[in-house]
């Protein structure tokens, strides 16, 4: 009898510790639920607006869509080539005080880091906008694409200046 009280108190015993664990972890998750929510509105204040260059909604190509952030304002395009036509256009100082650039890649549709995205041009894919700089975070990707879809040319962002726009967009 003796030995089965002390059972059944060693039971609670653990029964209390764990419930007391469980209730830890439970406010821990809900914490860092709270923390992942903020997070999530950080990357959702983008707001997908009409096209900066083109004044098409944005929204529209979810495939092509840019986002640049420059002089703390984010600037939305409906795909790179709209982007590239505005940062070739001198008259404004974005090209020169970027701090973000989410381009979307061609393979994932993810949005990824467009100052190391690889660019493909002269392909028989073309964007909403017509020829356009085609982005992948891998250069593997690219140059698959590249041999898949006739392309020409891969570009690193750096190497995107005013004459390649000129010379890859006509
Ligand atoms: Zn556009």
């Given at each position: 009898?003796?030995?089965?009280?002390?059972?059944?108190?060693?039971f609670i015993s653990i029964f209390i510790i764990n419930?007391?664990?469980?209730?830890?972890?439970?406010?821990?998750e809900e914490n860092t639920e709270v923390s992942e929510?903020?997070?999530?509105?950080?990357?959702?204040?983008?707001?997908?607006?009409?096209?900066?260059?083109?004044?098409?909604?944005?929204?529209?190509?979810?495939?092509?869509?840019?986002?640049?952030?420059?002089?703390?304002?984010?600037?939305?395009?409906?795909?790179?080539?709209?982007?590239?036509?505005?940062?070739?256009?001198?008259?404004?100082?974005?090209?020169?005080?970027?701090?973000?650039?989410?381009?979307?890649?061609?393979?994932?549709?993810?949005?990824?880091?467009?100052?190391?995205?690889?660019?493909v041009t002269g392909s028989d894919k073309t964007s909403?906008?017509?020829?356009?700089?085609?982005?992948?975070?891998?250069?593997?990707?690219?140059?698959?694409?590249?041999?898949?879809?006739?392309?020409?040319?891969?570009?690193?962002?750096?190497?995107?200046?005013?004459?390649?726009?000129?010379?890859?967009?006509?």
């Open positions: 009898m003796k030995q089965i009280f002390y059972s059944s108190l060693i419930f007391s664990c469980t209730n830890k972890t439970t406010q821990e929510s903020t997070s999530d509105k950080t990357e959702q204040k983008y707001e997908w607006t009409d096209c900066q260059n083109c004044g098409m909604p944005t929204n529209d190509f979810p495939n092509w869509q840019v986002m640049l952030k420059a002089n703390s304002e984010n600037l939305a395009f409906c795909a790179p080539r709209c982007m590239f036509i505005h940062l070739a256009d001198s008259s404004n100082n974005v090209a020169t005080s970027i701090e973000k650039m989410e381009v979307t890649d061609y393979y994932t549709t993810q949005k990824i880091d467009g100052k190391t995205a690889f660019y909403p906008m017509g020829k356009d700089f085609v982005p992948f975070a891998k250069k593997e990707d690219a140059q698959n694409f590249m041999t898949e879809h006739n392309g020409k040319k891969i570009y690193s962002f750096g190497e995107i200046n005013k004459e390649a726009v000129v010379l890859e967009l006509k």
